[in-house]
């Protein structure tokens, strides 16, 4: 890359596809492309392709003719969803990622940008997560085959590079939240789940909410906004065959995550955990170096701040939908994400 050359200058004679541009991360990404004056930006929305069939993949190839791939597409949830959708989730990811990026060789496509997860790492990874050691172990029970499925991607694109020459990264985020998650509690990750428990207690009078495992473990939490321009920074400037971690740095246990969204929520009651739920990894806290080395990227959004703008879009959605939300009698759309599925993280 061109030390010299601008953001603008570099993406004006660019076509883009993002896979998922429809979605929560998607969408952020694709408005950060605009704001970069991007040349042409394509997102293959799944009433017209299916990204899992190799015929539907071709056709997109085909209509879309992009320069770049950003592969955001996923088909994911939390610790709930993962444990009902175990093979689904394993089998449309792969499908989905080693087909995508098969046919973007044979169409000469100049960069693809894999988009793995934190759950490829090992159960007991030490902490901070460092890329060496994505290899050391078997993954976190409950999330394996989602993490194993997108951890192919890294596989495909080091061989790619090494037999075919072709430039394709891949970059392993942590979990992420922001206005647009998705909040249906059957498939949501944990941030979106307990902003919506305490905003529905709150609302309704409730003098307990119940939360999933012992609160005991930690995580490690991304902005939606920061996650968009990592992407957007390594698709520009990174074009190397390591992995590279995507976070903020900053972990905390979610007993005190909990007692923070609820406080900010101003919701009154108690909290009872329900230690009969798993609790999943015991810890995920990503060492952010390289990030920083490679490509200059650092989270800017705090905790506090990211979840000032999650709740209040969340509350503010909620209204305008239906005045007597969160009534169980309310025609609400569960996710308030606007995704095209629940269960379809940005496809």
């Known amino acids: 890359m061109n030390p010299n050359e601008s953001n603008k200058d570099f993406w004006r004679d660019k076509s883009v596809v993002v896979t998922g541009g429809g979605g929560f991360l998607g969408r952020v990404v694709v408005r950060k492309l605009q704001e970069a004056n991007c040349g042409k930006i394509g997102v293959p929305r799944q009433k017209e392709f299916d990204l899992t069939r190799i015929d539907q993949i071709k056709r997109m190839y085909s209509v879309m003719k992009p320069d770049i791939v950003i592969h955001l597409a996923a088909v994911c949830g939390g610790i709930g969803a993962n444990m009902a959708m175990s093979a689904e989730f394993f089998y449309k990811n792969l499908m989905m990622g080693i087909q995508l990026m098969e046919e ?7 960069k693809f940008v894999a988009i793995g997860t934190v759950c490829a790492y090992p159960k007991f990874t030490p902490t901070p997560f460092k890329e060496k ?74 003098k307990e909410v119940v939360c999933w495992g012992t609160g005991k473990v930690s995580r490690e939490f991304l902005y939606v906004e920061d996650a968009a321009e990592a992407i957007i920074a390594a698709a520009r400037g990174y074009n190397g065959p390591e992995p590279v971690n995507i976070g903020s740095g900053n972990e905390i246990m979610i007993s005190d995550l909990a007692d923070k969204i609820k406080n900010m929520v101003g919701f009154t009651g108690s909290i009872r955990w329900d230690s009969s739920k798993p609790d999943g990894q015991p810890r995920r806290l990503l060492d952010v170096s390289r990030a920083k ?11 506090t701040e990211g979840l000032k703008q999650t709740i209040q879009w969340y509350e503010n959605l909620a209204l ?4 007597s939300f969160p009534r169980k009698s309310a025609t ?14 940005d496809l």
């Open 293 to 303: 080395e490679l490509f200059g990227f650092e989270a800017k959004t705090t905790l």
């Open 332 to 345: 609400v759309d569960p996710s308030f994400g606007g995704r095209e599925s629940s269960l379809r993280n």
């Open 133 to 206: 050691d994505i290899w050391n172990g078997y993954p976190e029970e409950t999330n394996a085959p989602y993490g194993l499925a997108k951890k192919m991607l890294l596989v495909q694109a080091q061989a790619y590079r090494k037999q075919y020459g072709f430039n394709a990264i891949y970059l392993v985020p942590i979990n992420l939240y922001g206005p647009g998650d998705n909040f249906n509690l059957q498939t949501s990750h944990v941030i979106p789940a307990l902003v919506r428990k305490f905003v529905t207690a709150k609302i309704e009078g409730h």
């Open 104 to 110: 973007a060789r044979h169409n000469k496509v100049e």
């Open 320 to 323: 305008s939908q239906n005045s």
